[in-house]
């Protein structure tokens, strides 16, 4: 009864969200970061490309971007 009263209360939903709010915060942000750099990648040789992908030879700037970011992001959350 006290887990449930204390859960109502709202003391275990507000970490998750700041938590929430936080990587949404740093996605944007480092997304920010890695799509200047993969828009200054596309005049480099493809071998040369640091955000290139080795599965997807047709992967777009935004589709790099968003997957370097969102395999940087949660190493910034590790606890």
Do not use: C
């Amino acid at each position: 009864m006290m887990l449930k009263d204390t859960y109502h209360r709202g003391s275990f939903a507000e970490p998750v969200d700041d938590d929430r709010k936080a990587f949404q915060r740093m996605y944007r942000a480092t997304f920010a970061v890695f799509i200047v750099i993969a828009l200054f990648s596309r005049l480099l040789p493809r071998a040369w490309r640091p955000l290139a992908s080795t599965v997807d030879a047709n992967e777009s700037v935004f589709d790099e971007a968003k997957r370097a970011a969102y395999t940087v992001v949660p190493f910034v959350f590790m606890r």
